[in-house]
């Protein structure tokens, strides 16, 4: 059974930068697709980036491509999701998730899920 979990979430002002990890065990992850996803408070998840198991294959959503950066270690089995100059809006839950097959932008798709760091923009 794949597990993930998802760390590198906290407080940080607007204009500053966060770093989050998400690493897998338990079954072979670095075959896995794996995506990032965000839930604010009253809104829907929406997804964030995707990265492909080799890391060749990359998905940001429009909004957030020259601001987050995705890359993976698949010695240490973990993905990374580096944002930078972070805004309120940013504010949210961050989930990594877990897919076999190609890279997707819908967490529907996404079967195995980490429970999720929160990320706080705010002065």
């Known amino acids: 059974q794949l597990q993930l979990v998802e760390s590198g979430g906290g407080l940080v002002q607007p204009g500053g930068s966060l770093r989050l990890s998400c690493a897998a065990s338990g079954f072979t992850g670095n075959y896995y697709v794996i995506g990032w996803f965000r839930q604010a408070p009253g809104k829907e998840r929406e997804g964030v980036s995707c990265?492909?198991?080799?890391?060749?294959?990359?998905y940001y959503t429009d909004s957030l491509k020259d601001l987050f950066t995705i890359s993976r270690d698949n010695v240490k089995n973990t993905v990374y999701l580096q944002m930078n100059s972070l805004k309120p809006e940013d504010t949210a839950v961050y989930f990594c998730a877990a897919k076999d097959g190609v890279i997707s932008r819908r967490d529907t798709n996404f079967g195995y899920w980490g429970q999720g760091t929160q990320v706080t923009v705010s002065s």
């Open positions: 990265i492909n198991s080799s890391g060749a294959s990359l």
